[in-house]
């Protein structure tokens, strides 16, 4: 079994920044893909930003500028830093890895349980 575990939402000021982190763990053989997307209540979930395990990074054009994604040392974590939030951008951010199964070798996508990040203005 894969296990995706999420931290660091919570409430920031419009303006401010925000770091989640997601540690991937479980029956791994390796990691293809580490993601970051966003659900705002009544909207559909949408991307934020991808990487692929050669490092090629993927932003949506809102992301474009403000979000940096990046992958840890052990490479089975993933961060998104979040600059300059504004208001319009409270939603849970859902952490997705794409891996290859230790025991199949099948490619298996599993999704985090989300982190509520809240902008006050």
């Known amino acids: 079994q894969v296990q995706v575990v999420e931290s660091g939402g919570g409430l920031v000021q419009t303006g401010g920044s925000l770091r989640l982190s997601c540690a991937a763990s479980?029956?791994?053989?390796?990691?293809?893909?580490m993601a970051w997307y966003r659900q705002a209540p009544g909207k559909r979930r949408e991307l934020v930003a991808l990487?692929?395990?050669?490092?090629?990074?993927n932003y949506a054009d809102s992301a474009k500028g403000r979000f940096s994604i990046s992958r840890g040392n052990a490479n089975n974590t993933v961060y998104l830093q979040l600059n300059s939030l504004k208001p319009a951008y409270p939603a849970v951010y859902y952490c997705?890895?794409?891996?290859?199964?230790?025991?199949?070798?099948?490619?298996?996508?599993?999704w985090g349980q989300g982190s509520l990040v809240t902008v006050s203005s």
């Open positions: 479980g029956s791994i053989f390796s990691i293809n893909t």
């Open positions: 997705n890895v794409g891996v290859i199964h230790l025991l199949t070798h099948t490619y298996v996508d599993v």
């Open positions: 990487i692929y395990s050669d490092g090629t990074t």
